[in-house]
């Protein structure tokens, strides 16, 4: 099973909508984090941000923000008001204090496509 | 500029050449990591060092050899690769820095492979 899914393979908005990627995790541990990576067509994966699992709280930045929930095990990450800029593939991420956190799980990612 | 530099970042081969990728971290990190992502696949952890020492070999084959002559170094080897490991193929590192825990992964732009 896998331990993080993204089950949006694909979306396409239009410039200055919202949108929401979905992420799903799976974990034993009760001490881990999650991180959120972008990466354009470049190839470099960006970092975005990083949650612990003690820290529920959500988080904003600038158009960014995203949302953590322990009970749904999930960790959404809203664009809002996308632009061209935001097309890019977009990875969720895990790792455990089971394996010391050196191992990371990715999600198989979700490509945002933004139409002018 | 994340800090890990990669070169080549283009590499054409033969089946039967013999070549090596190269991956620097300039963030002072002590885990170093090779991930292959092909085409419409999801990151493949292939090997994990941690302080020199592998930690994770995730049932490479053996036609990719890598070295970590110290923490801020990690190669590739490959020899005698087949077409279907064309991919691009991405190094990070994390760890501590200055003394204190950095719980991300940080990625280097990625070396695109081609084996014909």
């Known amino acids: 099973a896998q331990k993080v899914t993204q089950a949006q393979t694909e979306i396409s908005v239009v410039e200055k909508e919202d949108v929401t990627l979905d992420c799903v995790y799976e974990t034993r541990d009760t001490t881990y984090y999650l991180f959120w990576y972008k990466q354009p067509p470049s190839g470099e994966l960006v970092f975005l941000i990083r949650r612990n699992s003690f820290d529920e709280q959500n988080e904003i930045s600038g158009r960014y923000s995203w949302n953590f929930q322990k009970s749904t095990s999930s960790f959404n990450f809203t664009i809002t008001a996308s632009q061209v800029v935001d097309s890019a593939v977009y990875f969720c991420a895990l790792s455990e204090a089971e394996n010391n956190f050196n191992k990371f799980y990715f999600g198989s990612g979700t490509k945002l496509n933004v139409k002018p | 500029e994340t800090g890990v530099t990669q070169t080549p970042r283009h590499l054409v081969m033969g089946m039967t050449n013999k070549k090596s990728l190269k991956c620097e971290q300039h963030?002072?990190?002590?885990?170093m990591y090779w991930y292959k992502q092909s085409a419409k696949k999801p990151l493949e952890l292939m090997f994990v060092y941690n302080f020199k020492e592998q930690t994770e070999n995730n049932s490479v084959p053996s036609r990719f050899s890598p070295e970590c002559p110290n923490s801020s170094h990690l190669f590739l080897h490959l020899h005698t690769l087949q077409p279907e490991d064309s991919a691009l193929y991405l190094c990070?590192?994390?760890?501590?820095?200055?003394?204190?825990?950095?719980?991300?992964?940080?990625f280097g732009p990625g070396t695109r492979l081609t084996v014909t």
């Open positions: 963030l002072g990190h002590n885990a």
């Open positions: 990070a590192s994390r760890g501590t820095s200055g003394g204190a825990m950095v719980w991300e992964q940080y």
